[in-house]
């Protein structure tokens, strides 16, 4: 009994030691870019950008990304790499009092109910993207056809448990096997499917005039409402406040430049949601009659009359763009929900000492009851409502109202005031081996603008919520 309990916590003892690390800075890159790439830069940013004043509103999410979002990934990166840590043992190894130890569970629980819901809506660009390699796109009214799929009872959930098996598969393997691996592979083919779109589109007739509506400036639109909208979208876009990145940064290598990898995130991602209304509305605009609608409307009821009028006129060009696109949405689905898989992952491997493995299938499973709840929430449990919100809309209410947020705005105070200032310059400078251009000015976004800027995204949405 003695010589099993020795082997056992030895088996542990290789387990916590041997987390594993990114393999290239490449791969760091590409895999943290992915975990800010994801539905909403594809469906949502565009739209925003067209009703919003066009090119005026992504000018002001630029800023927005530098001074706010760029500053909260920074400080992420420094908490990860310096800890070594899941985001709860992390805040456990370099906080000064237990009760920091709140953010980094609070982050877990963002990491389930995130993907629960988001599993959700990554299963319905399964099915269309199935449905566009069958064919099945065209020739039906896509309004109707969306509604009776959402409300069934199993073939949402069919397809959600598929996808959230996709991204088990890749988790399960570990960071240099599983994440770094298949990042290499789908980052590359999410920016080559998108070249290859924006020229489709670009190509279809009144893809002019779809340009004018996403990039004529209109300052006359951008009232401050329409500034949080884009500190808001900037925030949310890139994955920040709940500890994914952070998760990340903690298998990181000790010469990675955090400042420069931070920017070239945020440049890939901002790159991604730009193209992506290039992709868009050109396709939405050379369909009379069609309107830009927002979120699940656009992607699942407007572009299906785009595909169908396309279909109809060149059959070929129709199939290879319904297809490529879903592909894309479904892609840019599964590089997010790798992230906030591995926050939940990471946590109970080390919290309970179970082997990767282990907790990866535990975790998975949590999801897929999490998720179950998430999808009857659209059909047989639509009118299980608790304040007027279904279980899908509680999950994404507590986790963008106030957990995102919130551990936003935490997470930079601990960076820029509760770390030692030397701790912070050292993970910044690579301990005096890097020069970082704009050094202080960076350490002062992060202790002091990103904090209200966050602050103010907050409370904004609080006031649009009780209104």
């Given at each position: 009994?003695?010589?099993?309990?020795?082997?056992?916590?030895?088996?542990?003892?290789?387990?916590?030691?041997?987390?594993?690390?990114?393999?290239?800075?490449?791969?760091?890159?590409?895999?943290?870019?992915?975990?800010?790439?994801?539905?909403?830069?594809?469906?949502?940013?565009?739209?925003?950008?067209?009703?919003?004043?066009?090119?005026?509103?992504?000018?002001?999410?630029?800023?927005?990304?530098?001074?706010?979002?760029?500053?909260?990934?920074?400080?992420?990166?420094v908490i990860g790499r310096s800890s070594g840590s899941n985001i709860v043992h992390a805040f456990r190894k370099l906080a000064p009092?237990?009760?920091?130890?709140?953010?980094?569970?609070?982050?877990?629980?963002?990491?389930?109910?995130?993907?629960?819901?988001?599993?959700?809506?990554?299963?319905?660009?399964?099915?269309?993207?199935?449905?566009?390699?069958?064919?099945?796109?065209?020739?039906?009214?896509?309004?109707?056809?969306?509604?009776?799929?959402?409300?069934?009872?199993?073939?949402?959930?069919?397809?959600?448990?598929?996808?959230?098996?996709?991204?088990?598969?890749?988790?399960?393997?570990?960071?240099?096997?599983?994440?770094?691996?298949?990042?290499?592979?789908?980052?590359?083919?999410?920016?080559?499917?998108?070249?290859?779109?924006?020229?489709?589109?670009?190509?279809?007739?009144?893809?002019?005039?779809?340009?004018?509506?996403?990039?004529?400036?209109?300052?006359?639109?951008?009232?401050?409402?329409?500034?949080?909208?884009?500190?808001?979208?900037?925030?949310?876009?890139?994955?920040?406040?709940?500890?994914?990145?952070?998760?990340?940064?903690?298998?990181?290598?000790?010469?990675?430049?955090?400042?420069?990898?931070?920017?070239?995130?945020?440049?890939?991602?901002?790159?991604?949601?730009?193209?992506?209304?290039?992709?868009?509305?050109?396709?939405?605009?050379?369909?009379?009659?069609?309107?830009?609608?927002?979120?699940?409307?656009?992607?699942?009821?407007?572009?299906?009359?785009?595909?169908?009028?396309?279909?109809?006129?060149?059959?070929?060009?129709?199939?290879?763009?319904?297809?490529?696109?879903?592909?894309?949405?479904?892609?840019?689905?599964?590089?997010?929900?790798?992230?906030?898989?591995?926050?939940?992952?990471?946590?109970?491997?080390?919290?309970?000492?179970?082997?990767?493995?282990?907790?990866?299938?535990?975790?998975t499973l949590v999801y897929l009851v999490l998720g179950t709840a998430c999808s009857l929430s659209f059909g047989p449990w639509k009118?299980?409502?608790?304040?007027?919100?279904?279980?899908?809309?509680?999950?994404?209410?507590?986790?963008?109202?106030?957990?995102?947020?919130?551990?936003?705005?935490?997470?930079?105070?601990?960076?820029?005031?509760?770390?030692?200032?030397?701790?912070?310059?050292?993970?910044?400078?690579?301990?005096?081996?890097?020069?970082?251009?704009?050094?202080?000015?960076?350490?002062?976004?992060?202790?002091?603008?990103?904090?209200?800027?966050?602050?103010?995204?907050?409370?904004?949405?609080?006031?649009?919520?009780?209104?």
């Amino acid at each position: 009994m003695c010589g099993f309990t020795v082997t056992y916590q030895r088996f542990i003892k290789k387990n916590m030691n041997d987390r594993g690390r990114f393999g290239s800075k490449l791969g760091v890159v590409l895999a943290s870019a992915g975990s800010a790439v994801g539905l909403g830069n594809i469906w949502r940013f565009p739209t925003e950008v067209g009703q919003n004043g066009g090119a005026a509103f992504i000018l002001v999410y630029i800023v927005f990304v530098l001074f706010l979002a760029l500053p909260v990934m920074v400080s992420e990166f420094v908490i990860g790499r310096s800890s070594g840590s899941n985001i709860v043992h992390a805040f456990r190894k370099l906080a000064p009092s237990k009760w920091w130890m709140t953010i980094g569970f609070m982050g877990v629980l963002g990491g389930f109910l995130v993907l629960s819901f988001y599993s959700v809506v990554a299963g319905w660009t399964m099915k269309y993207t199935v449905d566009a390699a069958l064919h099945r796109i065209s020739g039906t009214d896509p309004a109707n056809a969306f509604d009776g799929f959402v409300t069934d009872t199993w073939e949402p959930l069919f397809y959600m448990g598929l996808f959230l098996l996709l991204t088990h598969l890749v988790v399960i393997k570990g960071i240099k096997g599983g994440i770094e691996r298949y990042s290499k592979l789908m980052m590359p083919l999410l920016l080559l499917i998108i070249v290859i779109l924006v020229g489709c589109s670009l190509s279809m007739p009144g893809s002019a005039e779809g340009i004018r509506f996403l990039l004529k400036p209109d300052f006359s639109k951008v009232t401050p409402h329409v500034v949080l909208s884009a500190m808001g979208q900037a925030f949310f876009s890139l994955s920040v406040g709940i500890g994914c990145l952070a998760t990340y940064a903690s298998y990181f290598d000790k010469d990675m430049n955090l400042a420069g990898s931070a920017l070239n995130i945020c440049a890939i991602d901002t790159l991604v949601a730009v193209i992506s209304g290039f992709i868009i509305f050109p396709a939405v605009f050379s369909v009379e009659g069609v309107q830009a609608d927002a979120g699940a409307g656009l992607v699942f009821i407007t572009l299906p009359h785009v595909f169908s009028s396309a279909f109809s006129q060149i059959p070929l060009v129709g199939y290879v763009f319904s297809l490529l696109f879903y592909l894309l949405l479904l892609l840019a689905a599964l590089t997010s929900s790798i992230s906030m898989h591995e926050i939940c992952t990471a946590f109970v491997s080390e919290h309970y000492n179970i082997a990767r493995k282990y907790s990866a299938t535990l975790v998975t499973l949590v999801y897929l009851v999490l998720g179950t709840a998430c999808s009857l929430s659209f059909g047989p449990w639509k009118d299980c409502t608790l304040a007027g919100m279904t279980v899908f809309g509680w999950f994404d209410f507590a986790t963008a109202m106030f957990i995102m947020p919130v551990g936003g705005i935490f997470i930079s105070l601990f960076a820029g005031w509760c770390l030692k200032r030397k701790l912070l310059t050292d993970q910044l400078t690579n301990g005096g081996t890097l020069q970082v251009k704009g050094l202080r000015v960076l350490i002062f976004l992060i202790r002091w603008v990103a904090p209200l800027g966050v602050g103010m995204v907050f409370l904004n949405e609080v006031a649009k919520h009780f209104n």
